[in-house]
């Protein structure tokens, strides 16, 4: 729509999409993010068609507008309240838009924008992860292609250093020191039958666990997999043994 009508789209933009990307409303906010996003990278596109410079095809306040609601959408108020990931993904659909339209930013904007994607790359959401990734690709590719040598490796050191906790505390999992002393850390396979069904003979032993693991022992013997039942059966006639 935007390249069939760029003077209404920028109208739309500027009275309608824009104002609505702070709206407290979650769904109204993240909808309108993504489609600012790419009614901007299309705008930019149009402003290189027509080899005319960004501003003059959009105008300075339409410029000013859009910049200030870069830094609009990462207030902390959005990031961290209720829906706070879908807009994390949003807001990088949104960088990565930009990024490729080429649309120009103040470094302070670019460098509050790259805050924002380190924390992304850190997060426990996978697709949040993978959004940050899309979108730190776009923002070196237009944003630091000239800069100095060492603030890329400074960025490269950064987002190459995520920290995964290795042992997250879970609560309110009863007899845990227990349990960690009878099943390892990962790599552990706990999806290969000879692997994991001794360790479930372990793990029976808990109070805690017992009716559990005897219960998923029974629906094992008597599953259809042959493996499965070979291996569930032979840790089952062991135990019994030892008793």
């Known amino acids: 729509m935007t390249f069939l009508d760029p003077e209404s789209m920028k109208l739309i933009l500027s009275t309608q999409i824009l104002p609505r990307c702070t709206n407290p409303e979650l769904y109204l906010r993240h909808g309108s993010i993504l489609a600012s996003g790419k009614v901007i990278s299309a705008l930019c596109q149009v402003a290189k068609d027509h080899q005319r410079r960004l501003p003059d095809e959009l105008g300075d306040a339409a410029m000013e507008y859009i910049t200030q609601t870069c830094i609009d959408i990462l207030e902390e108020r959005f990031?961290?309240?209720?829906?706070g990931d879908p807009m994390r993904i949003a807001v990088c659909h949104f960088i990565q838009d930009l990024s490729s339209g080429g649309f120009p930013l103040l470094d302070?904007?670019?460098?509050?924008?790259?805050?924002a994607l380190r924390e992304c790359l850190a997060s426990a959401d996978s697709n949040v992860q993978q959004s940050a990734i899309s979108a730190v690709t776009a923002l070196i590719g237009?944003?630091?292609r000239h800069q100095p040598v060492e603030k890329l490796t400074?960025?490269?050191i950064s987002t190459s250093t995520i920290s995964y906790?290795?042992?997250p505390t879970i609560p309110h999992i009863e007899q845990l020191e227990e349990l960690r002393s009878i099943i390892p850390p990962p790599p552990l396979d706990i999806s290969t039958e000879k692997e994991c069904f001794d360790l479930w003979m372990k793990v029976m032993r808990l109070d805690t666990y017992r009716k559990a693991v005897i219960t998923g022992l029974v629906?094992?013997?008597g599953s259809l997999t042959e493996s499965l039942v070979k291996s569930s059966s032979a840790s089952s006639q062991l135990t019994i043994a030892r008793f």
């Open 108 to 115: 302070a904007v670019v460098d509050r924008w790259l805050k």
């Open 219 to 221: 629906s094992s013997i």
């Open 154 to 156: 400074a960025l490269s």
């Open 142 to 144: 237009e944003y630091f």
């Open 165 to 167: 906790p290795s042992d």
């Open 79 to 83: 990031w961290r309240s209720f829906g």
